[in-house]
């Protein structure tokens, strides 16, 4: 697509449902494996403790990466190898990486955001609420909120949507990272900032229709899995679970790695290609 063209938004959604439906009974051992770490890892949190969390975090993001690296090789090169297209390797470890320097990156950033933002809060506080209670009301979410004053109040809902609103940016500005570390064999992370440029607004309802199906998939299935659980049907309930897991990982690892592909393609300069081999 040329440079000042928006992304094609519905025919973006189209090309990553393209990917899944044509290939996604060859991705259904590995989705499993990948909602199956994913599983372990909420366990793991769930348990509070070192032992569990660190099994929890290593059983979850290792399959993760090397399903998500699995889908990125397949939908750019048509390659499928190791067992059900999964490895450990170069591409791995890269993705790893980069997902760790985007993940770090935006936590600062919002960590920085929130700070700025408590300070503002701190000061309509000092000017019309009642800073004492505040202070009184630590540890209670609802009373410390309530103690803020009206301007406080304000100033607090402004500033987490303002954040939540930055975050989102800045996500969408290099959210193609993933997709071209493994597509150029290299950790490819700020460079892909400028790609993006002027495309967040579509990006992001790309994305958001994309994420659309394995969602709702899920919800629903979750849904009745609860329903079956409240009747007593305990196998049926966890069945439904686990297919609704199953379900939100294959289609919604699928379609989003189809997206970004897709989107790497369109948007990447080719200028900016990294010389050959």
């Known amino acids: 697509m040329a440079d000042d063209a928006k992304i094609p938004v519905l025919a973006s959604v189209r090309a990553a449902w393209a990917f899944f439906a044509g290939n996604w009974p060859r991705f259904i051992p590995s ?15 769930a348990a509070g403790t070192p032992g569990p969390v660190l099994v929890g975090v290593a ?8 399903y998500r690296a699995a889908l990125f090789r397949f939908a750019l090169r048509g390659e499928f190898g190791g067992m059900f297209g999964l490895k450990l390797g170069p591409d791995e470890g890269r993705l790893a990486a980069v997902t760790a320097m985007y993940s770090l990156f935006l936590f600062l950033i919002g960590l920085t955001a929130f700070a700025c933002m408590s300070v503002v809060v701190a000061g309509l506080v000092a000017a019309g609420g009642d800073p004492a209670a505040v202070e009184a009301a630590v540890g209670d979410t609802e009373a410390a909120f309530a103690s803020l004053g009206a301007a406080g109040q304000t100033g607090m809902i402004v500033g987490m949507f303002l954040i939540f609103c930055l975050l989102a940016f800045v996500w969408a500005r290099l959210v193609l990272a993933g997709a071209a570390t493994v597509a150029e064999g290299r950790i490819v992370f700020l460079q892909s900032w400028p790609w993006t440029k002027g495309q967040v607004i579509p990006l992001l309802a790309a994305s958001f229709l994309t994420a659309l199906p394995g969602f709702l998939a899920q919800w629903v299935l979750g849904a009745l899995a609860v329903a079956a659980s409240g009747a007593g049907l305990g196998p049926v309930a966890a ?15 699928m379609m989003g790695a189809g997206l970004m592909v897709y989107l790497y393609r369109g948007l990447r300069p080719p200028g900016d290609a990294p010389p050959q081999a």
Do not use: D, K
């Open 239 to 253: 069945f439904l679970s686990l297919t609704g897991a199953l379900a939100g990982t294959l289609i919604g690892g």
């Open 31 to 45: 989705a499993a494996l990948a909602a199956l770490g994913a599983f372990v890892f909420f366990q793991g949190l």
């Open 59 to 66: 059983a979850g993001l290792l399959p993760a990466i090397a």
